[in-house]
């Protein structure tokens, strides 16, 4: 059974930081890229960043440009979400998703490109 497990959420201050987990389970993406999205409450589910198979490639949506970085660790089959300068719009649930082409990054963007999606992990920024 393929999952993506992610972890680290929580409650905070503004200004503070936070380090999101995303690990695989069940088969390795080690060849896909791997990206974070988030949805707010009444909102849709929005892009956040993206990272290339090789780590090589790091994509993000201009709200968090400068203040969230993703990684991964292919040995460990885990992509991290690291968050500083946390403010309250940044409240949201945070979903891992594996892009469902090996080696492509095409619309990295778009839900409608991964075909694994974690069950998400709830941050909350108090202001």
């Known amino acids: 059974q393929v999952q993506l497990v992610e972890s680290g959420g929580g409650l905070v201050q503004a200004g503070a930081s936070l380090r999101l987990s995303c690990a695989a389970s069940?088969?390795?993406?080690?060849?896909?890229?791997m990206a974070w999205f988030r949805q707010a409450p009444g909102k849709r589910r929005e892009f956040v960043s993206a990272i290339s198979w090789s780590g090589g490639r790091t994509l993000s949506a201009d709200s968090v440009k400068g203040r969230f970085a993703i990684t991964r660790d292919n040995a460990e089959n885990t992509v991290y979400l690291e968050m500083n300068s946390l403010k309250p719009e940044d409240t949201a649930v945070y979903y891992c998703a594996a892009h469902a082409d090996p080696y492509e990054m095409s619309s990295y963007y778009a839900e409608v490109a991964y075909a694994y999606w974690g069950q998400g992990t709830q941050v909350t920024v108090s202001s």
């Open positions: 069940g088969r390795s993406f080690s060849k896909n890229t």
